[in-house]
Each structure stands twice: as structure tokens, then as C-alpha cells.
């Protein structure tokens, strides 16, 4: 049965896109108009950004070489002299006429110097004071520190922690007609200790703020604001004006402004919305601002609409084509893919080339072969793996050689040695029928390090009889730990023969077999078996752990190192394994690396 058209991946792609356009066609218009609109305003708050960074940088520029100004008079050697020694001194001339120098030239060379319009330094009892001041300004014979100190703001000021200009614009005290200044008084403490030994004044000529601005609103025609402390002037047309200070407004998105401690509000005045765009001068307390203009962005709004809705028309009609052409192209490239997978899922691993295009299907397609491919060569590895793991577990049932009637044979040798007091004989007996007994007990089970040295110990006890205790065997253990970790039954046993009958016997002397326990930097368990026998070349090392070469002992023939290495890699993973470092006539090691994993079975003894 057909399904409903809608229910198809075509029908659901017709529908989609249909609404989407559907939804592109009302929305377009309104969204359009919204971003337009928003784009000239986050133009215009830009434009006024930027015009003010411009004037503040100027105005910045001369704060900063005043206040560098300010800091020098407080701290220059020369001045500290001068306020510090007295007419008594007999270098007080000396000290005065350098001081003087050296302000006259600070004073000219500061590049705000225009915007200066006196500067005075004095000490705390007002009996002496250096004074410079512009061209405009005069000269005060009588005593400044009086004047100073008489200032109803001088305390706050004075007590200040830094430079504020919170106080706002003030009149000039030492003139005959008053004109605005800002004052900059700080303390001048000694070299010595933070005691105040005079005062610092500077007048700021309040024109060094307005010049900027009044040169800006009278080339753009626009009003700026300037606000110092407390007070707001307006701008515009060269004239200052002294204004009520804006009340805060809804803050706006900063957007991509210049500077990230510009601050942009939309504040309702008189009924009407205007946007400001406001950046912080040097000075604490002081900033300048100016409204943006964005009453022309509905010009022009008939034609903008018009192009909407030629462009509406258009991605209707391309809309309709792209659902003819994709849903020739999607349709039936999909259904060819879920048939290849309906035959992966079925058994089927054969490549279907003509599900291969040259475009992202395609490259699905290319995939899914890949992985038929792949499913294919991993069944047959895990057979393969299977299969060789069942060899190994067969090549170790070779070597079981009847352990329950040799157990009970040896038990009876045993009780006949004891009786004629051939302790040798009882303990070879002891050892070769516990050996037995755990050949017995399995062929591939995972024991403890500890359990797997117990069988070890059995099997070298009846070595050290063979040779006359000319053979020694010593364990190393750094951490008794270790000896809860896994490892597989019927490890240790071979290496140790191989040392045994390849390494020492062929030397023809004693020899020494040190067996090294310990966790590498990997946390990998690490078991190092090193004899001082014969050793082995490079092509000696291969056939060993290619299992090339065959042991010498009847006990475990076919338990060889390549199979110790195999079967260690099959049950804990191709990282682990054996390897094997040696010189020829020196030494021979075998280094078992195993994970660390505690053993979760109970120890079989």
C-alpha cells in the first residue's frame, strides 16, 4: 500500500518548504525593515562614537601632561629643596634660583602649556611660593597660601586620595574679573617620611575642555555635552551653556563601539526618545556625550519594500525548482543506500559500486561499502583469533601427561624417601607432584603472580637437584602488592627453563637467574627474568618468539617462549607481551609485561 504523500520524505520536503517560504514572505519584510533600521541606528551611535573618541584623546592628551605636571612639582628634588630649606640657610639662594629654573622650564616645555593658566608651589606656613602663569594672567605679590587655603574646597580637595575634579568648574581667585578654571591641589610631602611640607596648586584653564567640542559642534552643526562633577554645559554654535544634568535612561547594546567604557542610553525628554552616546574623560567624574540623530531611517522606506518584495517573488519561484530537482536527486540515491543496508543487515557484505556518486551521498555510499568491508574482514579475524587461540589452548593439553597417576605415584616415592631418610628424594618428589597437581587443575586459567611463583618454586627445586645446586634463583619484589596481579598460568615456568637449559647449561658453569617484580612509569606490572648464561643474538631472539626453535626438556616441549608471548597478547591486549633483551656471551632478559588488574579469582594451590 502507497503511503499518504506527506508521510513520504518527499511530501515532508514539499511541505517544509513550502511553509518556510510561506514564513520567509511575511517575515522578510517586517525582520528586513527591523535590521535596516537597527543597522543605521548601530551606524549613527558608531559615527557619534567615534567623533567623540577623537575629541577625547585631544582632551585627554592635554589632561595628562598637566597631571604629569602636577605629579613633577610634587616629587622633583630641586622643589622638595626649595620648600624644605630655609632662609637661614647659606645655600638658599642657590636652592631658590634652581628650583625657579627648573619649574620656568616644566612649565614652558609641557605641551598643555596654553591651557595653563598659573601654577603655584608654596610651603605648608605660606613664607615662601614659586608662581608661573600664562601671558593673560598676572602676577599675586601678596600671600597665596592664604588665598588657597581660604578656598571652600580646599579640605576636600587636599584630602583626596588622587587627582578629582568632583569639585566641578570654579572662578579663578586671582583675578580681577572672574573666569572659569579647574583647580588641581594636591599635597607635597617630604623625601622622608609622608609628612606634608607644601602644596601644589595648578589652574586648568576650562577652555582646554571646551576648544575640542566648540570646534566639532560648529563643523557638524550639532550640540555636544561636557559634564565636570557635579555641572553639565552644552555646546553648540561656539556658545557654552550651562544645563540640567540628564537624568539616566535605559541602557542600550554597546554593539561593536570602540571603546568598551562607552556608554550608549535611551533617555525620554519632553516626550520624545533621544539616544546619547557618552565616553568618560581622564579625569574622574568628567565626560562628554552627544545625541544621535536617526529620524531619516524611515526615508526611502516605500522602495526598500518594493525590492523586498521582488526578491520574495524570486526565492518563491527558486524554491519550486530546488523542490523538483532535490527531490530527484534525495529520493532515489536514499532508497538505493537503504537497500545496500537492508543487505548488510541480511549477511550480504558485497560492494554496491553504483551507490558510490560524486557528491555527499556518495560519500555515504562509500562509506557503507567500507563497511561491509570491514564487518566482513572483522568476522574473519575473530574466527582466525579464535582459532589460533584454541591452538595454543591445545598445544598446552599436549603437555598434560597423566597428572593424576603421577601424583599418586609420586606420594608413594615420597613416603618411601621419608622412610629411608632421602630427604633429597622427598623433596623432588614433593615438588614434581605439586607441579603435577596444578597441571591438573587447568591450561589457560588466570592465577596470582604468587601462585604463579609457587609452581615456578616447585619446578626449580627439582632443577636445582638435577644440577647440584649449581643453579640459583633469586626474587626481587618492590611492592608485595604486586603479587595480586594477574597473570596467566604457565608463564614464568617456560622462560625459566629456557634460561635454564639455553642460557646456563651450554656455559657449562654455575649460574644465576635474578627474577625482577616491579610497576613502570605506565603503571604496567613488569616481570624481569635475567640469567648470566650464553645469550642470544638477534636472529636467536626472532625464532624464539616466532616459536621457530623447540625446547630441550620432555616436561613442557611444547609450551615455548613464542607461545608464552602469544598467549600473554591474546588474553591482555597487543601492548602486552614478551621481550626479549640480550648479549651474546653476557646475559639473556625476558621482560613479561602485564596490565595491572588485581587477580578476581581465588588463588589455586
Known amino acids: 500500500m502507497k503511503k499518504r504523500i506527506f508521510k513520504t520524505l518527499k511530501g515532508k520536503f514539499f511541505l517544509i518548504t513550502i511553509t518556510l517560504m510561506l514564513t520567509f514572505g511575511i517575515g522578510a519584510a517586517t525582520l528586513s525593515y527591523i535590521m535596516f533600521s537597527d543597522n543605521l541606528r548601530s551606524n549613527s551611535i558608531h559615527a557619534a562614537e567615534t567623533n567623540l573618541q577623537f575629541m577625547r584623546n585631544e582632551i585627554n592628551g592635554n589632561l ?59 610651603n605648608s606656613e605660606g613664607s615662601k611660593f614659586l608662581q608661573k602663569f600664562s601671558s593673560s594672567s598676572y602676577s599675586v605679590d601678596r600671600n597665596v597660601i592664604d588665598i588657597i587655603k581660604s578656598l571652600p574646597y580646599f579640605d576636600e580637595v587636599m584630602g583626596a586620595s588622587g587627582y578629582t575634579f568632583s569639585i566641578g568648574v570654579q572662578k579663578d581667585p586671582f583675578a580681577r574679573r572672574p573666569e572659569e578654571m579647574i583647580p588641581l591641589i594636591r599635597p607635597i610631602e617630604s623625601l622622608y617620611s609622608s609628612d606634608t611640607i607644601g602644596i601644589s596648586y595648578i589652574q586648568i584653564s576650562f577652555s582646554m575642555f571646551t576648544d575640542p567640542l566648540m570646534t566639532y559642534s560648529h563643523q557638524q552643526d550639532t550640540p555636544v555635552y561636557l559634564t565636570i562633577g557635579a555641572e553639565s554645559y552644552r555646546i553648540e554654535n561656539g556658545d557654552v551653556t ?270 644465576q637467574i635474578d627474577i625482577h617484580i616491579w610497576q613502570n612509569e605506565e603503571r604496567d606490572v613488569q616481570i624481569d627474568i635475567t640469567d648470566n648464561g650464553v645469550g642470544m643474538d638477534e636472529d636467536t631472539i626472532r625464532s624464539v618468539l616466532s616459536g621457530e626453535t623447540s625446547s630441550r626438556s620432555s616436561f613442557f616441549r611444547q609450551i615455548g617462549i613464542g607461545s608464552v608471548d602469544r598467549r600473554i597478547r591474546h588474553t591482555f591486549g597487543e601492548k602486552y607481551g614478551l621481550h626479549i633483551k640480550s648479549e651474546p656471551g653476557k646475559y639473556t632478559c625476558m621482560t613479561i609485561l602485564l596490565p595491572e588488574r588485581k587477580i578476581d579469582l581465588p588463588d589455586i594451590h
Request: contains cysteine; charged residues 20%; negative net charge.
Open 64 to 122: 595628562e601632561s598637566i597631571l604629569e605636571l602636577s605629579q613633577w612639582s610634587r616629587t622633583n628634588t630641586e622643589i622638595v629643596n626649595y620648600i624644605s630649606s630655609g632662609a637661614e640657610s647659606s645655600n638658599y639662594a642657590a636652592v631658590t634660583r634652581q628650583a625657579t629654573e627648573r619649574l620656568t622650564e616644566e612649565y614652558i616645555s609641557n605641551s598643555a602649556y596654553q591651557y595653563i593658566s598659573r601654577i603655584i608651589i608654596t
Open 242 to 511: 550651562s544645563v540640567k544634568q540628564r537624568e539616566d535612561g535605559k541602557n542600550l547594546s554597546k554593539g561593536d563601539l570602540v571603546s568598551a567604557d562607552t556608554l550608549v542610553q535611551e533617555i525620554n525628554s519632553d516626550g520624545k526618545s533621544v539616544i546619547y552616546v557618552t565616553t568618560p574623560l581622564r579625569a574622574e567624574g568628567c565626560y562628554i556625550s552627544m545625541p544621535v540623530d536617526t529620524a531619516s531611517q524611515g526615508n526611502s522606506s516605500v522602495g526598500y519594500f518594493s525590492i523586498l518584495l521582488v526578491i520574495l517573488i524570486f526565492i518563491t519561484v527558486i524554491g519550486l525548482l530546488l523542490i523538483r530537482l532535490l527531490s530527484h536527486n534525495v529520493t532515489r540515491p536514499v532508497a538505493m543506500i537503504k537497500r545496500q543496508i537492508d543487505s548488510i543487515a541480511q549477511g550480504d557484505f558485497s560492494q554496491d559500486p553504483s551507490i558510490e556518486w560524486d557528491n555527499e551521498l556518495g560519500e555515504i555510499g562509500r562509506n557503507i561499502n567500507r563497511l561491509a568491508t570491514d564487518i566482513s574482514d572483522l568476522i574473519e579475524q575473530r574466527v582466525e583469533d579464535e582459532k589460533q587461540k584454541k591452538d595454543l589452548e591445545y598445544q598446552v593439553l599436549q603437555s598434560q601427561i597423566n597428572p593424576h597417576f603421577l601424583y599418586n605415584t609420586l606420594n608413594s616415592i615420597k613416603w618411601m624417601a621419608t622412610a629411608q631418610h632421602a630427604d633429597g628424594i622427598a623433596e623432588m618428589a614433593t615438588a614434581l607432584a605439586h607441579l603435577m597437581k596444578s597441571i591438573a587443575k587447568g591450561t589457560t586459567t588466570i592465577v596470582s603472580i604468587k601462585n604463579e611463583i609457587q609452581l615456578l618454586d616447585d619446578y626449580f627445586t627439582i632443577q636445582k637437584y638435577r644440577y647440584g645446586g649449581a643453579i640459583r634463583m633469586e626474587y626481587q619484589i618492590d611492592d608485595s602488592a604486586l603479587l595480586e596481579n594477574q597473570i596467566l598460568r604457565f608463564t614464568l615456568q617456560p622462560i625459566v627453563e629456557n634460561a635454564i637449559f639455553h642460557g646456563i647449561e651450554p656455559k657449562g658453569q654455575s649460574g
